[in-house]
């Protein structure tokens, strides 16, 4: 603002001065000229006195020249002009000083404009006209300066012919005047913009510092420092400013509070139910291990109903864990237990594990992996687990088709992906399909039994790696889900081995 402020003004008052410097200057030239004029008259006037006073006596030309012109010259070296006295009628290509003038010492000829001595061959009124005369200056030389040209006609009764008197009015003083008045315009105009600058900079600071501080609490306020306020002074709009401010941040304040008061009943709420559902799942698990086992002695419904019963305890127990997982998330109580592992090791173990899920649902998964190894330093029960509920959703979506878990690596990551070629997902749920007990189609049949929570845990197990896990999906297209941790544990990741886009899904992108 002060920047611009003073580059507006600079303009501002530049062009203020300039017009000022130009009437100046035009006020300076109209006075000299009427000044110049009326004195070339009056001179003129006298001049044409004399030689009527003198017409009786026998005078020459040249002498009634020498008698008009030394009183001029008198006169001129203390008014400061200069005279010529020429003949009207000499030819404009012949130049005055051949052809007989009578002047003051020094006068050049060459000043007088030829567009003046052509107005004297068909008008005898006086005319003025600038030029330039050379004048003697300081160090004993000569410069040319800017003047004004005044002539008039003369009667010498000695000869027919009519004269011109030509006058020079240096305008020195004017020249010296203007430039006197421009620098003391230019040094009025500089102290000017900078005391604009100035104000300028100190009202900026009056409006922009109560900003800053409100920046600044803020900062503050965003980083978790709720307590902070802002002062109060004054009660012009930056002190209602202020008050409002604070009480926007009291009542962000009451609410975050409120907000972290839920969710940590909420927290306690779910650990303390699942703990305390331990003691009464681990009674009923030992009961319906018992009629599971004994199922071949009874009927048949009953039979059927302790097998369903053995499989929702199944269901009911890994929902539990799951529950007691999420709960230490929530409380911050989950550490990593890093080891070396080299990640294709933990691809192929997983697809082992599940080879029978697969078996069952008619589904093929392979493997493909580089040449090299790809290791990294990671809690290899947590990746597992993750890679685990990737390759074990991908086969209950896959609608018997293939599974691929790719694997590779660079210089700062290593990544795993699971792409299958069944259901997809919807737009929007690549983002959704990570949210605690989401699920797309929930009408949808679950071949194992899932709880809503894997792909949550999963998400809170890759973000404790400082990873990333992605998911991409188009439908009847299929989907993919990858898994990015750094090489060493701590690293910030900028980029992933494996695109997220799977190449078979280019023509669809």
Known sequence: MVVSTVLLSGLVVGGVSWLLVAQIREGLLDSRVQAATAEAEDETTQAGERLLTSSGSDFDVAAQLDQVAAPLNQRGAVRGYEVLLVRSDVA???????????????????????????????????????????????????????????????????????YTLYFLFPLTQEEETLALVARSTVLAAALLVVLIGGVSWVVARQVVTPIRMARRVAERLASGRLQERLRVTGEDDLGRLASSFNQMASNLQRQIQQLEELSRVQRRFVADVSHELRTPLTTVRMAGDVLHDARGDFDAPTARAAELLQVELDRFERLLGELLEISRYDAGAVALEVEDVDLRQVARRVVDQTASLALSSGVHVRVVEPARRCRAE????????????????????????????????????????????????????????????????????????????????????????????????????????????????????????????????????
């Open 92 to 162: 404009l290509t012949q130049p005055l000083d051949e052809v007989g003038s009578v002047s003051s010492p020094g006068v050049d000829a060459d000043s007088i404009p030829t567009s003046l001595r052509e107005h004297f061959l068909s008008d005898g009124q006086l005319a003025w006209t600038w030029t330039r005369m050379p004048v003697a200056d300081e160090s004993g030389g000569t410069t040319s300066v800017p003047a004004i040209v005044v002539g008039t006609q003369l009667r010498i009764p000695a000869d027919d012919g009519p």
């Open 378 to 509: 990671v809690d290899p029960r947590r990746i597992e687990r993750i890679v685990r509920n990737l390759v074990t959703n991908a086969i209950d979506h896959a609608e018997s088709r293939d599974v691929v878990v790719s694997v590779d690596a660079d210089d700062h990551s290593v990544a795993i992906a699971v792409r299958d070629h069944g259901v997809g997902l919807a737009p929007g749920e690549s983002a959704m399909v990570f949210n605690r007990f989401w699920r797309a189609d929930p009408a949808r049949a679950r071949t194992t039994g899932g709880t809503g929570l894997g792909l949550s845990i999963a998400l809170e197990d890759a973000h404790l790696h400082g990873g990333w896990l992605q998911a991409w999906g188009t439908p009847g297209g299929g989907s993919q889900f990858r898994l990015t941790v750094p090489r060493r544990a701590g690293d910030q990741l900028s980029h992933s081995p494996i695109p997220l886009l799977p190449a078979d899904a280019e023509p669809a992108r």
